[in-house]
C-alpha cells in the first residue's frame, strides 16, 4: 500500500482519470464500515456454502472446482473489504502457491496408489485390499470415497489456490517502470499460472 | 504391466511440474534441476515405450491403459503404439535438449513450471485415445504456450502471445465443435470405438463430414498451414529463444501427429475414399501452404522469421500426406515431423546462441560469423542443408518418401509443389550460409563504411549482455547440445529401417 498512498489524490477516485497511465486501473482501498461490517456478517456463511458445495461434490450437484471457487471468493471478499496488499501480506504466498501446488499433488498420489498397486492410474478399488478392513469400507464405496479425496483435497485446494493467485496477481498490476518486489513478474516472469506472480515475494 | 508406462508418461511432468514453485518457497534456482529431472524421466519413459513396443510381437505393438480401470467407450483410455511412441520419444528428447541450452539463462521458478506443463500436455495429446481428452490437453498445451510466448522481453512477445491466444482458442473451439458433431452422430468419443460407429453411420453423412471439416480447421489453425498460420510468425520471433525452439519443434508438431491420428484411425482411409472433395482440398491447401510458406521463409530478413515461415512451408508437406491417401506418402509425413522438430530444435537453438553471443537476429548481422562461432555456425549450416533435403540428411527422408508417395498415387503436383519449395528453401538455406561463411566479418572497431551497422551490432550484444549473456562467449553446453542435434539430423538418415519397424503394422491398421 505504501506506493499508493504516496499518489495524487484524484487518482484515488477513479483510476482512469490519471494522464500519465502510471497508476491507472489500480483500484485504490478505503476504508468502509458498512463493507466491512456486511463481508464479517456474510463470510461465515460463504465458507460454510463453500464447504458444503464442495464436501458433497460426489452425490449431489456442486463439487471441487465450484465449491474452491466459493471459498476462493471468501478471501477476495475479504480483500476487498479489508484491502488488497493487507490481505495478500496476511495469507502469505506460500499458503497460495501451497494450495494450488498441494493440491495437485495429492490428486497425483491418489493416482499413482493404485499403479503401485498393480492397477490403473486412479483406480480406487484398488486401495481395497490394503485399506478396507482399516476403514470398514466396501468396495464400490472405494470409488466414492476416492473421488471425494480427489474432488476434496485435490481439486477445491488447487481452484481456490489458483483463483486467490490469479486475484493477487492481477491486483498487483504491471508497472513497467517500477522494479518493485510486489511485481516479480515484470519481465520474462509473465509465464504460466497465475500462483506464480506471488511465488518470489 | 508396461502400459504403466503411458499413465507415467502423463502424470509425471504433469505432477512435476508444481515442485519448482513448491520448492521454490524455500529454495533458489532450484527450477531449472527439477525441470531436467522431469524432462530426463520422460526420456527414459519414452524410450522403454518405445524399445516394448518395438520389440514386442505382432499383437503387443499397441498398448492401452484404461483409466480407473473403466472400460473402453465409457472410460477415457491412454494408448502407445509405434507412432505414439516416436512422437513420446522426440517430446522427450527435445524436451532434454532444450533445457540444456537453456541452463545459462537465470529464470523464474514458474517458468520451469510451465515447461513441464507443456512436456505433460504434448504428452498427453500424443497418448490418449479420446477425442473430448485430446481436446483437454490440447488446451493445456495452448494456455501454456500463449504464457510462455509472452514469457519474453517486451510488449512484442505480449502480442504474438495475444494473437496466438485468440487464434489458437478459435482453432481449439472448431476442433471442438467438430468432436461435438462425430458426438452426436456416433454418441462415442473413444477413437477405436467412433472408428466402427462412424462407418456404421456412413461417411458421406453430412454430420460426419461436418465433423471432419470442423477438427481438420481446427488443427490447420494448430499446426499454422497458409493461411491460417499468422500466429506463427509473431509467437516464435518475439518467445524467449528456449521457447522458440520447444514450441517450433513440439506443439504444431503434436498438432499435426493429432491430426494424422484423428484422419486415419478415427475417419480411416475409407472416410477419404468416400469423400474425394475433400481429400483434394486438403491436398490443394496444403500445397499452396508449402509453396506459399517458402515464399514467404525466402523473402524474410529476421533469422527466427525465416525458420517461423519454413515451417508452414513444412507442415504443408505433413498435411498434404493426409490428403494423398498414400501409405507412403504418410511414412514420409511422420519421419517428416519427427525430422522437422529436431531440425527447427537446432535452428531456433543455433539461432539463439549467436543472438544472446552476438546480437545477430538479421541474416544480415550473421555476417562472417562461422569465424567466430564456428561449431554453432556449422551446426547451423548442417541443419539448414537437412532441412533443404540434401542427403544425407533426415530432411530428405521425409521429403523423398512424400514425394515419392504423391507420384505413386498420381498425384505429379504435389511431387513438383515440393520439388519447386525445396529450390526456395535452398535459396533461403543458401543466403544464411553465404552470410555465415562467404561475408567478411564486420569488425565493430574496424570503423569501415558499415559504421551504422556495426554501431547496431554493438547495442545488440550490449542487450544481450543484459540478457544474461555474454557477448562474444557462448556457453559449451549451447554449443554441444547444437551440435549434437544437428549431427542426429544426419546420423538419422540412416534410420529408415527403425522407423519401418516402429510404423509398420500401425500403418497396416490404417490402411487395411
Known amino acids: ?201 | 504391466m508396461s502400459d504403466t508406462l503411458l499413465a507415467l508418461l502423463v502424470t509425471v511432468p504433469l505432477v512435476a511440474a508444481i515442485f519448482p514453485l513448491l520448492v521454490g518457497l524455500r529454495v533458489d534456482d532450484a527450477g531449472w534441476p527439477i525441470a531436467m529431472a522431469g524432462s530426463l524421466a520422460v526420456v527414459g519413459l519414452a524410450g522403454s515405450l518405445a524399445s516394448t513396443i518395438y520389440t514386442a510381437g505382432p499383437e503387443g505393438q499397441r498398448l492401452i491403459h484404461e483409466l480407473a480401470g473403466y472400460p473402453a467407450p465409457y472410460g477415457i483410455e491412454l494408448v502407445g503404439d509405434g507412432l505414439s511412441a516416436l512422437i513420446a520419444l522426440l517430446i522427450g528428447v527435445v524436451a532434454v535438449a532444450v533445457l540444456v541450452y537453456d541452463r545459462s539463462v537465470d529464470r523464474p521458478d514458474a517458468f520451469y513450471s510451465g515447461y513441464l506443463l507443456l512436456t505433460g500436455g504434448l504428452l498427453g495429446m500424443t497418448l490418449t485415445g479420446d477425442l473430448f481428452n485430446l481436446f483437454v490437453f490440447l488446451e493445456i498445451v495452448g494456455l501454456v504456450t500463449y504464457a510462455l510466448v509472452a514469457a519474453g522481453d517486451g510488449g512484442e512477445a505480449a502480442y504474438g502471445a495475444l494473437k496466438y491466444l485468440f487464434l489458437g482458442t478459435v482453432g481449439a473451439s472448431l476442433y471442438l465443435i467438430g468432436v461435438g458433431y462425430a458426438l452426436v452422430a456416433t454418441g462415442s468419443l473413444n477413437m477405436l470405438d467412433l472408428q466402427t460407429r462412424l462407418a456404421e453411420v456412413g461417411y458421406t453423412d453430412p454430420l460426419v463430414q461436418a465433423s471432419f471439416g470442423f477438427i481438420l480447421v481446427g488443427f490447420m489453425l494448430k499446426i499454422a498451414v497458409f493461411p491460417l498460420h499468422t500466429w506463427q510468425p509473431d509467437a516464435y520471433t518475439h518467445a524467449p529463444d528456449t521457447v522458440s525452439a520447444f514450441i517450433s519443434a513440439l506443439v504444431s508438431t503434436t498438432a499435426a501427429y493429432a491430426l494424422i491420428r484423428i484422419a486415419f484411425d478415427v475417419f480411416t482411409v475409407d472416410f477419404f475414399a468416400a469423400n474425394p472433395l475433400i481429400a483434394d482440398t486438403v491436398v490443394l491447401i496444403a500445397s499452396i501452404s508449402i509453396v506459399v510458406g517458402s515464399l514467404l521463409a525466402a523473402t524474410q530478413t529476421e533469422v527466427k522469421r525465416v525458420f517461423a515461415y519454413s515451417s508452414v512451408a513444412q507442415f504443408g508437406m505433413v498435411v498434404v500426406a493426409v490428403g494423398l491417401n498414400s501409405r507412403t506418402a504418410l511414412f514420409g509425413a511422420v519421419i517428416h515431423l519427427i525430422g522437422h522438430g529436431l531440425m527447427k530444435a537446432t535452428l531456433f537453438m543455433g539461432a539463439g546462441t549467436l543472438s544472446s553471443a552476438y546480437g545477430a537476429s538479421t541474416i544480415a548481422d550473421y555476417a562472417g560469423l562461422a569465424k567466430r562461432a564456428p561449431y554453432t555456425g556449422g551446426a547451423i549450416a548442417v541443419t539448414g542443408l537437412a532441412l533443404v533435403g540434401i542427403p544425407p540428411s533426415i530432411g530428405l527422408l521425409g521429403k523423398w518418401y512424400i514425394g515419392l508417395g504423391a507420384v505413386e498415387s498420381g498425384t505429379w503436383s504435389v511431387a513438383i509443389v515440393i520439388f519447386v519449395s525445396t529450390l526456395l528453401s535452398l535459396s533461403y538455406v543458401y543466403q544464411l550460409i553465404e552470410a555465415l561463411y562467404f561475408t567478411p566479418l564486420e569488425e565493430p572497431t574496424g570503423g569501415e563504411s558499415t559504421a551504422d551497422g556495426a554501431v547496431d551490432h554493438a547495442t545488440m550484444a550490449d542487450s544481450a549482455v543484459a540478457d544474461g549473456g555474454h557477448a562474444g562467449r557462448i556457453a559449451p553446453e549451447r554449443v554441444a547440445v547444437v551440435a549434437l542435434l544437428a549431427v542426429s539430423t544426419v546420423v538419422l538418415f540412416a534410420s529408415v529401417g527403425l522407423f519401418d519397424a516402429m510404423l509398420d503394422p500401425v500403418f497396416g491398421r490404417f490402411f487395411q
Open chain 1, 1 to 201: 500500500m505504501s506506493d499508493r498512498d504516496g499518489s495524487r489524490p484524484d487518482e484515488r477516485l477513479d483510476g482512469r482519470l490519471d494522464s500519465d497511465g502510471v497508476a491507472r486501473q489500480r483500484p485504490v482501498y478505503s476504508e468502509s464500515q458498512v463493507i466491512m461490517t456486511t463481508v464479517k456478517v456474510v463470510i461465515p456463511f460463504v465458507m460454510t456454502y463453500g464447504l458444503f458445495i464442495t464436501f458433497h461434490g460426489a452425490d449431489t450437484p456442486g463439487g471441487g472446482f465450484q465449491g474452491g471457487a466459493i471459498i476462493a471468493s471468501v478471501f477476495l471478499m475479504i480483500a476487498f473489504a479489508f484491502g488488497i496488499e493487507s490481505t495478500r501480506e496476511w495469507l502469505a504466498n506460500s499458503l497460495v502457491v501451497g494450495l494450488g501446488t498441494v493440491g495437485v499433488f495429492i490428486f497425483g498420489a491418489i493416482g499413482f496408489g493404485p499403479l503401485l498397486l498393480g492397477g490403473n492410474f486412479l483406480e480406487y478399488t484398488r486401495y481395497e485390499p490394503l485399506l478396507g478392513d482399516l476403514l470398514g469400507l466396501k468396495e464400490y464405496e472405494f470409488v466414492k470415497y476416492g473421488m471425494e479425496a480427489v474432488e476434496i483435497l485435490g481439486i477445491a485446494f488447487i481452484v481456490s489456490g489458483v483463483l486467490m493467485g490469479l486475484f493477487f496477481a492481477l491486483a498487483a498490476g504491471y508497472s513497467p517502470s517500477t522494479d518493485s518486489l510486489a511485481v516479480t513478474g515484470d519481465r520474462r516472469d509473465g509465464a504460466d499460472t497465475a500462483t506464480m506472480e506471488d511465488t518470489d515475494d
